[in-house]
């Protein structure tokens, strides 16, 4: 069955150092997401992504961080001048339409000492 | 404001028995509705879906979770637990003309005694 996979599985990064979470999203799949889960929280939407573009984001999703499709099969999230709070498990997540059940990666845990 | 309760923080089951997990919404029309499950260092997995029809709706691994509009719950339950069930389980919920994003509840942690 295809799958979302999510590099690195563990990031750890200084605080205000740049950082790039990388998804490969299910190949058919044309709308993508990210979304972080601090620990002991519950799973929050960042942004979601289709024809190239930003389709919807939330409040936690400012100008530190950005979204991007480089290729035909990597999405990335790139968190600039990372701070202690931005410490979180980031997943992406694809889906073939919207509304349509999203399928999860395994997330990469982001550590910011 | 729409937003997702999963009232049961911790849940506890021996194996064999049945088990339900609550999840409320609240939202003033039908959302599309999912049931994800997180295993220790996993990422999500959806366990099953409710978009419209019929309002018992199955899903992988026994689970099935029923949409009761009156009660605007979506609640799921499995008739007997096995140990390999011991996860966490997440209620999520894309509001119409919300976009896409889900808006996922608190979860449950389930622990199922041997």
């Known amino acids: 069955e295809p799958e979302v996979t999510q590099t690195p599985s563990h990031q750890v990064t200084q605080m205000g150092q740049e950082v790039i979470l990388r998804c490969v999203p299910i190949?058919?799949?044309?709308?993508f997401y990210w979304y972080r889960q601090i620990l002991g929280q519950k799973v929050e939407f960042l942004v979601s992504f289709y024809n190239n573009e930003i389709s919807e984001k939330s409040e936690i999703f400012d100008d530190q961080f950005s979204v991007e499709r480089p290729d035909g099969s990597n999405f990335t999230l790139k968190i600039r001048s990372t701070k202690l709070e931005d410490s979180a498990m980031y997943f992406c997540a694809s889906s073939p339409k919207p509304n349509q059940p999203q399928h999860f990666g395994d997330g990469t845990r982001l550590s910011i000492l | 404001a729409q937003s997702v309760t999963q009232p049961d923080i911790h849940i506890t089951v021996s194996e064999g028995a049945s088990l339900e997990l609550r999840c409320n919404y609240s939202?003033?029309?039908?959302?599309?509705l999912f049931w994800y499950v997180q295993s220790p260092g996993q990422g999500l997995q959806l366990l099953l879906k409710?978009?419209?029809?019929?309002?018992l709706v199955q899903g992988i691994k026994g689970f099935e979770a029923e949409f009761k509009r009156s009660q605007s719950s979506f609640n799921l339950r499995k008739p007997s637990v096995h140990w390999s069930d011991a996860a966490e389980y997440f209620c999520?919920?894309?509001?119409?003309?919300?976009?896409?994003?889900?808006?996922f509840g608190t979860g449950t942690q389930l622990k199922v005694e041997l």
């Open positions: 190949s058919n799949h044309l709308y």
């Open positions: 939202y003033g029309a039908t959302p599309y």
């Open positions: 409710y978009f419209s029809g019929d309002t």
């Open positions: 999520a919920v894309a509001f119409t003309g919300g976009g896409n994003k889900l808006t």
